[in-house]
């Protein structure tokens, strides 16, 4: 197997340009500028010291521009992934002290670990197993959590909650301990983040698209900038308004994970919840900007590349990582060609660290709550809750109690009770296929469902087309189905199952078929299969069911037809 599998740097550098030097150039310094305040604020939401959103801003790009497969894709801290972090980590050590950081560092380690396996063993459908509906609901919920555990900094008090009626509760009885200038600094902050977004109202206001365009992108920039001079030059830190402070200068310093076993045993399953819904939000987007420039990515190798970043992270004091919605669009917009774009945006975070570092100092938390708030706005996704209302109440259902319980119950919960909640909605809809009796369409070899269209029938003969493959969960369902329908017919001859939707029959449904045979068999009626697949007819003949099936196979339905009608 070629190595250029595995070290896709190895398909693009060959062909690397001054010219796309250039443009990745000026993705990454757009990037960095944007990635400074967000991983600060990202890894306050993780309940970290601000400079391990910087570190987890580094080794992940770095590396992942060796093994990831999307040009565009920005790896990194993520509003999400912090969230489940604090809740993973929190609800073992306290957020108070280096037993966190440890804590916090071996998740990602584990994490790192889970994902790199996945991908080399190709596990990358696992992702599969949370329906868009489900994935989408908890998202919002999360956005809904991380935008009101966000509030005690604009307010300036001191709560604690893992869940929606915890965080509200306690930001009531704290209100009265709030801080009038905090409140002054993080609402000014918020308000400014607010109208950078909503460019066309600068529009309005005579500003160019691009002009407007571009406040945007560095709003939030412009408000660490000002409201840390605002800090520094007033002395808001006597007012009580809480700030960065020290953020250490110099390269991320390396570690060891720890080898404690029964931390291990405590993190592993929210190590695995983490590294699921992280591949998910990093393949959705990466699939997405790849379809723009008619590009493809490798969910597998993404899995590796995702995984590589985090046992990077883990080593040089970061946090868990992965492809980000908001930086990925930005890099992608900026005119990033190539992977190297987040190499180069890793050594722009590296010369903050190094020199840079100094100037945080006075930047008020408020004002980093203000960015986590107006960046998790934008995943609380109402079109696709109403979208999905419209379309399927399952689904909708599932979305709902998705949000529900990941509000009540905290994301942990919420993201268990949706790997649940798609695999029941999946089995229930299975488990009931949808079943048609088919008729002739007049002058042709097509059938449809003669309760939909006007068809052709005979007394003697009648057609049922399955529209699922067989298995243990819908074999039964089969069976009382054609029992019920015949029942109804007391001149039926021939019965024929129309299989060409059926990709699958397992063992449960072939006792099923079986059971079929014998009984319409004993009442006279021969039970014929049409369009069998290859694979399925294959696995029938294994076992010379097509001997003892009283009736035969044919090739198509219209085949049965002509020789069973009269």
């Known amino acids: 197997m070629s190595i250029k599998k595995y070290l896709p740097i190895l398909r693009w550098l060959p062909n690397y340009r001054l010219a796309i030097f250039n443009q990745d150039l000026m993705a990454a310094m757009i990037v960095t500028v944007m990635l400074v305040p967000q991983s600060l604020a990202y890894a306050m939401l993780a309940g970290l010291p601000p400079e391990v959103g910087l570190y987890a801003s580094i080794a992940p790009l770095l590396i992942y521009a060796l093994f990831g497969t999307s040009s565009a894709l920005s790896v990194g801290p993520v509003a999400v992934i912090a969230l489940m972090t604090l809740t993973t980590a929190g609800n073992i050590v306290s957020t108070e002290g280096d037993a966190y950081l440890t804590t916090v560092i071996l998740l990602t380690f584990i994490s790192g670990i889970m994902l790199t396996l996945m991908g080399l063993f190709r596990l990358g459908f696992l992702a599969n197993f949370l329906s868009h509906p489900v994935i989408s609901g908890f998202i919002t919920a999360s956005a809904i959590i991380i935008a009101v555990s966000q509030l005690k900094h604009l307010l300036g008090v001191s709560v604690s909650g893992h869940n929606l009626p915890e965080l509200l509760l306690a930001l009531v009885k704290a209100l009265p301990e709030l801080n009038l200038a905090t409140l002054l600094m993080g609402s000014g902050a918020l308000l400014f983040l607010y109208a950078s977004r909503r460019w066309p109202l600068l529009a309005q206001l005579g500003f160019s698209h691009g002009v407007a365009s571009g406040v945007g992108r560095l709003a939030p920039i412009l408000a660490v900038v000002v409201t840390t001079w605002l800090a520094a030059q007033f002395s808001l830190i006597e007012q009580g308004v809480a700030v960065v402070g020290d953020v250490p200068a110099g390269l991320p310093p390396l570690v060891m994970p720890s080898t404690d076993v029964s931390l291990w045993q405590q993190l592993w399953v929210g190590a695995l919840l983490i590294s699921i819904v992280g591949f998910v939000e990093s393949v959705s987007v990466g699939q997405t900007l790849a379809a723009k420039r008619r590009e493809r990515i490798d969910p597998d190798q993404e899995l590796i590349a995702l995984g590589c970043a985090n046992l990077g992270a883990a080593v040089s004091t970061g946090m868990p990582v992965t492809g980000g919605f908001s930086r990925s669009v930005v890099n992608f917009d900026a005119g990033a060609r190539t992977p190297a774009a987040g190499a180069l945006t890793a050594?722009?975070?590296?010369?903050?660290?190094?020199?840079?570092?100094?100037?945080?100092?006075?930047l008020p938390i408020a004002t980093l709550a203000a960015t986590i708030i107006i960046a998790v706005l934008s995943l609380i996704d109402t079109h696709a809750i109403k979208h999905t209302w419209r379309y399927s109440k399952a689904d909708f259902s599932a979305m709902l109690l998705t949000v529900v319980i990941t509000l009540l119950q905290g994301v942990e919960a919420g993201i268990?009770?949706?790997?649940?909640?798609?695999?029941?909605?999946?089995?229930?809809?299975?488990?009931?296929?949808h079943t048609a009796v088919v008729g002739r369409v007049m002058g042709t070899e097509h059938f449809r469902n003669i309760e939909r269209h006007k068809v052709e029938t005979s007394a003697n003969?009648?057609?049922?087309?399955?529209?699922?493959?067989?298995?243990?969960?819908?074999?039964?369902?089969?069976?009382?189905?054609?029992?019920?329908?015949?029942?109804?017919?007391?001149?039926?001859?021939?019965?024929?199952?129309?299989?060409?939707?059926?990709?699958?029959?397992?063992?449960?449904a072939l006792d099923s078929l079986e059971s079929i045979n014998a009984r319409l068999k004993d009442t006279g009626v021969k039970l014929h299969l049409a369009e069998v697949k290859g694979p399925v007819m294959d696995r029938l003949a294994r076992v010379d069911f097509p001997r003892r099936l009283s009736g035969e196979i044919f090739m198509s339905t219209f085949d049965a037809w002509q020789q069973l009608k009269n």
């Open 461 to 508: 003969l009648m057609i049922i087309r399955v529209d699922e493959s067989l298995y243990f969960a819908n074999a039964r369902y089969l069976e009382d189905q054609v029992q019920t329908l015949v029942s109804e017919s007391p001149e039926l001859k021939h019965l024929v199952i129309s299989c060409q939707a059926v990709n699958l029959i397992d063992a449960s």
């Open 347 to 362: 050594l722009g975070i590296l010369v903050v660290i190094l020199w840079f570092t100094p100037l945080l100092q006075t």
């Open 416 to 433: 268990l009770a949706g790997v649940g909640l798609s695999l029941a909605l999946h089995i229930y809809r299975t488990s009931r296929p």
